[in-house]
T-cell receptor
């Protein structure tokens, strides 16, 4: 079945720096991709939903890149601020299933 | 945004007892999910429920697990009997549709089995 690897597990950056989190997946038929943010003690908050047909997706303060050839999904926070400190999870879903496979998570700390 | 609620936030029980975790999904959502997250590990899919039936389940969804949503009330996960390895945070999620629709997650219930 689908396997999702997420790197790095921990990331510490200074305010204003960029932060990049990457997930690689194994199933070439995976079609829907998600990035979630989880603050301590809180629910997972959806940051972005990406379809297989779109390689570059821009949100507020971040960019999500999908490289289907390499089966790699990345989240790039362009200018991190302390409010971005949280755990981030990628999630991958195939075309004919409701099952979502999550990455192992990245704990991001943005220092002032 | 839409909110999923989970009750209780923490539950401590003795091994062998039964436990029921409750989820109040987003009001117009039709698809419901449970995930399990052991501390420091990734979140893992347990089960997907729609129209009164289990649609998909993973190998983590043991025979001791069951789900239901009686009369449109709480979506529940029951574990009977519990085992030590059931200690984890259990997240409920719901979505309005399937496949392309995002899932909205609750804050989780931390279950500790002693």
């Amino acid at each position: 079945g689908e396997q999702v690897e997420q790197r790095p597990p921990h990331l510490s950056v200074r305010e204003g720096d960029s932060a990049v989190i990457t997930c690689t997946y194994t199933d070439p038929n995976s079609y829907y991709f998600f990035w979630y943010k989880q603050e301590p003690g809180a629910s997972l908050q959806l940051l972005m939903k990406v379809f297989s047909s779109t390689e570059i997706n821009e949100g507020q303060g971040f960019t999500v890149l999908l490289n289907k050839k390499d089966k790699r999904l990345s989240l790039n926070l362009t200018a991190a601020h302390p409010g971005d400190s949280a755990a981030y999870f990628c999630a991958v879903r195939g075309p004919n299933t409701n099952k979502v496979v999550f990455g192992t998570g990245t704990r991001l700390q943005v220092l002032p | 945004g839409p909110k999923v609620l989970q009750i209780p936030s923490h539950q401590i029980i003795d091994m062998g007892q039964m436990v029921t975790l409750n989820c109040d999904p987003v009001s117009n959502h039709l698809y419901f999910y449970w995930y399990k997250q052991i501390l420091g590990q990734q979140m893992e899919f347990l089960v997907n429920f729609y129209n009164g039936k289990v649609m998909e389940k993973s190998k983590l969804f043991k025979d001791q697990f069951s789900v239901e949503r009686p009369d449109g009330s709480y979506f529940t996960l029951k574990i009977q009997p519990t085992a030590l390895e059931d200690s984890a945070v259990y997240f409920c999620a719901s979505s309005s549709g399937t496949i392309s629709y995002e899932q909205y997650f609750g804050p989780g219930t931390r279950l500790t089995v002693l």
